[in-house]
């Protein structure tokens, strides 16, 4: 039963990890510029979502971070859900803001599988990685674990998404360059943040006294019970 229990700052991670997933939904329907390069304002918080998962596989191990990544997707798609409902449902006469309120919600089926896919694959190797590095390097050097995970996270990320969602829109040679550069800045984000992890990641450990080495556990994603 005491494997079950969550406290009060896995459960503030957790809804943090649900509300950048859904932020980056809507954020991402707007285009910015960055330098000479088209991004979406969802990099502003998707890659927070990372350093979410940084935190709470390092402090609850990987069991803890498996519940949250498929909490965090059953959020995200009920989001997108209701708002395709919601999209389909005529507006009252006096209203007019049908186009706005469609570019918000009404995301394409091949759009969304694309990032239902890529944030299932990102989310669990980042966390993935970050379980076996800390067993394998006996808890140390947190700051490169954290930086290597999310490289890994954001590859298979950005590999499957670009692809899915938009493979025979945009040219392949544009879809090569896209990828790198989104897995380039929000590594640059991570290592940006990176100061405010490390105090998070050591203040959650002193307060909670809780530290979990991943030891003979399974990795299975499906396992999602299994604290």
């Known amino acids: 039963m005491k494997g079950r229990m969550v406290s009060v700052s896995f459960m ?18 707007k285009q910015i510029m960055f330098g000479p ?4 304002a969802g990099i502003l918080v998707f890659p927070v979502s990372y350093i979410v998962n940084d935190c709470i596989a390092e402090v609850w191990g990987f069991g803890k971070a498996r519940m949250i990544i498929w909490t965090g997707f059953l959020m995200n798609f009920l989001f997108v859900f209701f708002g395709f409902v919601a999209d389909l ?21 091949r759009v969304a599988c694309a990032s239902f896919m890529a944030f299932l694959a990102g989310s669990f190797l980042n966390a993935y990685v970050m379980s076996v590095m800390k067993v394998a390097s006996g808890g140390r050097h947190f700051s490169r674990r954290a930086i290597l995970s999310t490289v890994a996270g954001e590859t298979a990320d950005s590999l499957i998404f670009f692809p899915v969602a938009l493979g025979g829109i945009v040219p392949w040679e544009n879809l090569m360059l896209m990828m790198c550069w989104q897995i380039l800045l929000k590594t ?7 100061p405010v992890t490390v105090r998070v990641v050591a203040f959650v450990k002193r307060t909670e ?19």
């Open 89 to 109: 449902i005529p507006g009252a006469p006096y209203w007019n803001n049908d186009e706005g309120f469609h570019l918000l919600f009404g995301l394409a089926p």
């Open 37 to 40: 390069f088209n991004i979406t």
């Open 188 to 194: 640059l984000y991570e290592i940006l943040i990176l």
């Open 209 to 227: 006294g809780v530290d979990v080495y991943d030891h003979r556990i399974s990795y299975n994603i499906l396992k999602v019970f299994q604290l």
């Open 12 to 29: 503030l991670l957790g809804i943090l990890f649900c509300v950048c997933l859904i932020s980056a939904n809507l954020l991402a329907t």
